[in-house]
Nanobody, 114 residues
């Protein structure tokens, strides 16, 4: 069974940085693309960034140039480095992958104060 566990969220001020981690188990991690999503209060969950098994990355326009997704296959972990945070980045951040079906972590809260 695939498990994804996010960590690293917190309360920060606008302009600060955070690094989120997502530890994966139950799959051959290096073979799978990994995604980060977020959900702001009262809004639908939205895609933030993806990294393929080969390391190719893609970003939502709203975070391009500020966020960086990377992975450490030796640690079965995907990261999201978030710089120049804005209040509109506030939300619950989820990592996800597709292993027969979409699998989600439990999420980690990021709150950015102005």
């Amino acid at each position: 069974q695939v498990h994804l566990v996010e960590s690293g969220g917190g309360l920060v001020q606008a302009g600060d940085s955070l690094r989120l981690s997502c530890a994966a188990s139950g799959l051959t991690f290096r073979r799978y693309a990994m995604d980060w999503y977020r959900q702001a209060p009262g809004k639908e969950r939205e895609w933030v960034a993806s990294i393929s098994s080969s390391g190719r990355t893609n970003y939502a326009d709203s975070v391009k140039g500020r966020f960086t997704i990377d992975r450490d296959n030796a640690k079965n972990t995907v990261y999201l480095q978030m710089n120049s945070l804005k209040p509109e980045d506030t939300g619950v951040y989820y990592c996800a992958t597709v292993h027969s079906e979409r699998v989600w972590g439990q999420g980690t809260q990021v709150t950015v104060s102005s």
